[in-house]
């Protein structure tokens, strides 16, 4: 796949990115950034954009979706596969596997974590990748965004482009501001109450330091699909 695709990040330093990333256009990935900073106009905060494409030299196909997935959380890319003729006996059994009733936050990020591996193992012999109408950053171009199932899969240019803070405002401004107010409302709660991080990109997190040597007891029947 010869298109050049985007990803905005406030980390400069990925060196593989993670299973079921999203990439699309360089306006997407500054959107994304500008709604994760939510900057001021005296903001000094940079930020990265990464370029490249998504290999397809094992020539495994695209799967296109006709609407936004709606959500990072990996139980939003199983709703979509369910609806799939193709896909659904591929990930039969996955959703009640799928342990979404933990009551500790440990739980749900362990759930989270199995069922981005599951999906992982069962797709992606299937699929390189997933398309969608991005109906949020894109929402007014109706560009195309892409999922991809291994992030191993997207061959990024090194080192990414360092966005400047004015960009990044530049950016913020085009947003709609019920899109600005709802981003500022989750950093405002998120800083007064210190949370954690989400708990999708807890999974994630934790998926990388299993891939890094980490023993993790819950998942270690998962370990061969790393």
């Known amino acids: 796949m010869t298109e050049k695709l985007y990803h905005g990040s406030t980390n400069g330093s990925i060196k593989r990115f993670d299973d079921f990333s999203h990439f699309g256009t360089r306006a997407a990935a500054l959107a994304i950034i500008a709604a994760k900073i939510c900057p001021t106009e005296d903001s000094q905060e940079t930020a990265f954009i990464y370029s490249g494409y998504i290999d397809m030299s094992k020539t495994r196909r695209v799967l296109k979706l006709q609407k936004d997935f709606g959500s990072p959380r990996p139980l939003a890319v199983l709703r979509q596969f369910e609806k799939q003729a193709d896909f659904a006996k591929q990930v039969a059994g996955l959703r009640s596997s799928y342990n979404d009733t933990a009551t500790d936050a440990d739980g ?66 085009r947003i709609p501001e019920y899109w600005q107010r709802a981003h500022i409302e989750v950093k405002r709660v998120k800083v007064k109450r210190d949370q954690p991080s989400a708990i999708h990109v807890q999974a994630q997190e934790l998926i990388r330091r299993m891939r890094a040597g980490e023993y993790c007891q819950q998942l270690v029947h998962l370990q061969p699909h790393l």
């Open 108 to 173: 749900r990020v362990f759930a989270d974590a199995e069922l981005l591996l599951q999906l992982r193992w069962k797709l992606k012999g299937l699929c390189v990748a997933i398309s969608y109408p991005n109906e949020v950053e894109a929402k007014e171009t109706q560009h195309m965004s892409y999922v991809v199932v291994c992030g191993t899969d997207f061959v990024a240019e090194h080192p990414p482009a360092t966005v400047s803070a004015k960009e990044i405002w530049d950016a913020w401004q």
